[in-house]
């Protein structure tokens, strides 16, 4: 049974850093590709970091050069380092990963992860 728990979220000023954290269990976490989603009120998930099972990663736009994702050693976790976070980063944040052959153009459709976390609330203000 697979399990993604996030962490790491909370409150900062303009400017400021977080690190998110998603520990995974159940599976061979090498095999899969994994991504961090963040969502806030209506609106649709939005894809922003991933990391392909051969560890190549990519970035949306509106993180690109803030955000880095990463994953330790052992495979066992996943990260988001947040920098110069700004106040239309606010938003919940998901953890994503799928077994499944990820194409590189569809890294950030959410509907290529078929396990999530319970995410994480990041409040920038």
């Known amino acids: 049974h697979v399990q993604l728990v996030e962490s790491g979220g909370g409150s900062v000023q303009p400017g400021g850093s977080l690190t998110l954290s998603c520990v995974v269990s159940?599976?061979?976490?090498?095999?899969?590709?994994m991504g961090w989603f963040r969502q806030t009120g209506g609106k649709e998930r939005e894809g922003i970091a991933a990391?392909?099972?051969?560890?190549?990663?990519s970035y949306a736009e509106s993180v690109k050069g803030r955000f880095t994702i990463s994953q330790d050693n052992a495979k066992t976790t996943l990260y988001l380092q947040m920098n110069s976070l700004k106040p239309e980063d606010t938003a919940m944040y998901y953890c994503?990963?799928?077994?499944?052959?990820?194409?590189?153009?569809?890294?950030?459709?959410?509907?290529?992860?078929?396990?999530w976390g319970q995410g994480t609330q990041v409040t920038v203000f």
């Open positions: 159940g599976y061979t976490y090498s095999a899969y590709s």
């Open positions: 990391i392909e099972s051969d560890g190549n990663p």
């Open positions: 994503a990963a799928t077994e499944r052959t990820v194409l590189s153009a569809l890294v950030f459709d959410e509907t290529t992860y078929n396990y």
